[in-house]
């Protein structure tokens, strides 16, 4: 298939692309920046120079696409209206087809809230989500109700591990540099977590299996924030050490989405293991987290 994705420079952009490319497909890749271009063709991605808010610059890339997945995440004020016109754009590009055309949207498990102890799985209720990403629901039903000529997929990654970059490098960076891993207030809230390659091929199977409605990427193992700092700690060669910093340090340098990491969420992913068949290779942090040092620090294969 010929996939265009958004963002497929960025963390999950770039793996995503990478597993589409890995199974045979023909990927095209927006950036929004020209120093990046030779990036994306080492990869075999050909690049698309464009901004996600102005639909002009990659409009045609979507329209000759079988497929769009947009991954793009935008870091300024106006980052809700341009995530909206990328939606926009990539829904009339794909209405465009003489047949329905997968559109993938990428929201996040931060949309669900705190969950309690009962799982919360793809059919949960959105209607208390974390501060930081309270105007995702909207969106995902934008993308959702995007009518016949579209094929609508909206995929809920958990907070992801793995490769040089991410959240969650923080926990080994802190570990390597202050002799524990820090982690923030109490540490109790349960994170969904999920590992990047594993995302990456939700993905995938969405797009290969024309898959519509929503779908969640999380290994169904929650773990504490005080839990990963140790494992993160263990790996990293600082025997487990932990020590707690205020949450107010974390505000400062994320804003609203320290408070969304801070949540306490027990996810599954109950349509991506019984619908797509999915099932993660690192069934857990703990399985998974001496491979995202290797990688974080460069030293994976």
């Known amino acids: 298939m010929k996939i265009f994705v958004t963002g497929a420079t960025g963390y999950l952009g770039h793996a995503v692309a990478a597993e589409l490319l890995g ?179 939700v993905y995938r199977m969405v797009v290969e299996k024309e898959a519509a409605g929503v779908f969640h990427a999380v290994d169904g193992t929650p773990v504490p924030m005080i839990e990963v700092a140790r494992r993160a700690s263990e790996a990293a060669g600082a025997g487990g050490a932990v020590r707690s910093a205020p949450v107010d340090v974390l505000r400062a340098e994320l804003g609203p989405a320290a408070d969304a990491l801070m949540l306490d969420q027990v996810v599954s992913a109950r349509r991506s293991e019984e619908e797509l068949g999915w099932v993660p290779e690192q069934g857990s942090f703990g399985d998974g987290v001496h491979l995202a040092y290797r990688e974080w620090k460069g030293s994976a294969p």
Do not use: N
């Open 23 to 201: 199974a045979g497909h023909e990927v095209a890749g927006l950036t929004s920046s020209d120093a990046k271009v030779e990036q994306l063709e080492r990869a075999g991605i050909s690049p698309v120079v464009g901004d996600i808010g102005d639909p002009g610059s990659y409009r045609a890339a979507a329209a000759r696409a079988e497929a769009s997945i947009h991954c793009a995440v935008e870091y300024s004020e106006d980052s809700v209206d341009k995530d909206a016109a990328a939606i926009d754009t990539l829904l009339s590009a794909a209405g465009e087809g003489r047949m329905p055309r997968p559109v993938v949207y990428t929201s996040g498990v931060w949309v669900l809230g705190e969950t309690g102890d009962m799982p919360a799985d793809e059919t949960s209720a959105t209607d208390v989500p974390a501060a930081a990403v309270a105007w995702r629901p909207g969106h995902e039903q934008e993308v959702l109700g995007g009518g016949r000529s579209v094929i609508p997929a909206v995929i809920r990654p958990g907070v992801i591990y793995g490769g040089k970059r991410g959240l969650m490098g923080r926990f080994f960076a802190t570990a390597e540099e202050d002799g524990a891993a820090i982690y923030y207030g109490e540490g109790r809230g349960r994170m969904a977590l999920v590992y990047l390659e594993d995302a990456a091929r």
